[in-house]
């Protein structure tokens, strides 16, 4: 493609990742009608489960919920490998035909929205070839995720130049790193670390995992109880009881969490404290400092992380690095970590919207100054939706939900003879913050997300089913949006149809 050549298509989707997949299957079974194409800056079908390769990377959802509605997960694991999730996401791509509808190695860097010819001008650059392409589309949803692919946090450590052996980061793990019959030290505390523990302790000499601050580890069977007793059925019958058992039983959780933390706290220690090796005592490893759900719980299938500690094959530090030496970290407490191998398992870097830059009307948009709107729009950007999903739950669920209300919206527009669908701000602004979380990936990086409301439809509910009656059942039209008709029909020349 050149670089005059524009293309247009009725909806553009960014990110070929879980939500992307699912969002353009929604466009398919319920706006038949719509030219839609899918954009992905890397060269694969994926996402998150693409990208990350590292030993034993998984879910930290169940299955049944964060597979997608109209394909139903059928594997009995219901913690699964990123293996398997991948190749969940590519066969649903491949079966909808939404594969035939990406343009991969597209990297979208700016958008820019006219009121005047109700459209958005989207400019993305080809990371194989440096050529810019230009689409222009009706309504954009970006699926992007919200965190940088190419680079994960990654704090500088004193002395580190001074290390003998290796250091990686999860995000780019290294198809040849060989830690068998080595020393492996992991940074972190969070759901990365505790999954590479177990994973690196089968083959290294010892894996101690080095944290600062200890997180909430809670251990589940890796294969669902009642979906192991419902197989004879048919999937039609058994999928619905699963999800629903599983949504209502981490929406008790999580509500019990938040009004009860200290019973909640009680409870975690308690099963911790079973499955601990004699001499790790909860407390200072596994004690952290919040309450449950100020930060994800981290889910560890079948207990394996605790399996790997009373093997004696890991264990666990809670100290702060005091500098690297050649043979490994020394801590602030004195002691020292030997290593060959040390993992940066500390957290990711956030992007929202994939650092593009959106423009209305010739303005750019300050994302931070903005107040989202049922959690997927923002005040004053028509015609577009960003999918990010819940941090107490699986993301999918969210992401299903904003798929199909784009698709009412986008049906609505046609039906009614709109052209423009804008978020309005509520009359006190927005105060709080999108995410609720207290993980450094988040704090570190509030500032660039829009800001949400005290009341609906401006506060993001972090509930399943209150979205649920939000989303697919409350009225369209409400004081958080405006519609508005076409300002002049489209004159230009664009090509309709379907966008290979």
Known sequence: MTETTTRHVDVLVVGAGLSGIG???????????????????????????????????????????????????????????????????????????????IRFRTRVVAAEWSTEDSLWTVTAERTDTGETETWTCGWLSVCSGYYRYDQGFRPEFPGEERFGGQVVHPQHWPEDLDWAGKRVVVIGSGATAVTLVPSLAAEAAHVTMLQRTPSYVLSLPGRDPLAERLRR?????????????????????????????????????????????????????????????????????DGDLFAALRSGKASVVTDRIAEFDETGIRLESGGHLDADVVVTATGLVLLPIGGMRLTVDGQDVDLSQTVSYKGFMVSGVPNFAMTIGYTNASWTLKADLIARYVCRLLTHLDRNGYAA????????????????????YVQRSLTALPKQGSRAPWKLNQSYLRDLLLMRRAPLQDEGIRFTRPVRERTSALSGGRAA
């Not at 009995?76 to 035909?97: L, N």
């Not at 909640?264 to 308690?270: Q, Y």
């Open 23 to 101: 969002a353009a299957c929604h466009l398919q079974r319920e706006c038949p009608g719509k030219s839609y194409a899918v954009l992905e800056a890397r060269e694969a079908i994926g996402g998150t489960w693409d990208l990350f390769r590292y030993p034993g990377v998984r879910s930290d959802s169940d299955m049944f919920t964060l597979g997608y509605s109209f394909r139903p997960w059928t594997d009995p694991k219901a913690i699964a490998d990123g293996a398997s999730i991948r190749e969940y996401v590519r066969d649903t791509a491949r079966e909808h035909g939404v594969d035939r509808h």
């Open 233 to 301: 059925l048919p999937t039609r019958i058994a999928h619905p009881l699963v999800f629903w058992k599983n949504v209502l039983v981490s929406t008790a959780s999580y509500q019990f969490s938040r009004r009860r933390p200290e019973a909640m706290k009680r409870f975690l220690a308690s099963m911790t404290r079973k499955q601990l090796p004699e001499g790790v005592d909860v407390a200072p490893h596994f004690t952290p400092p919040y309450d449950p759900w100020d930060q994800r719980l981290c889910l560890v299938p």
């Open 421 to 440: 669908a804008t978020p309005l701000a509520p009359a006190e602004g927005g105060s709080e913050p999108f995410l609720g979380l207290s993980a450094g």
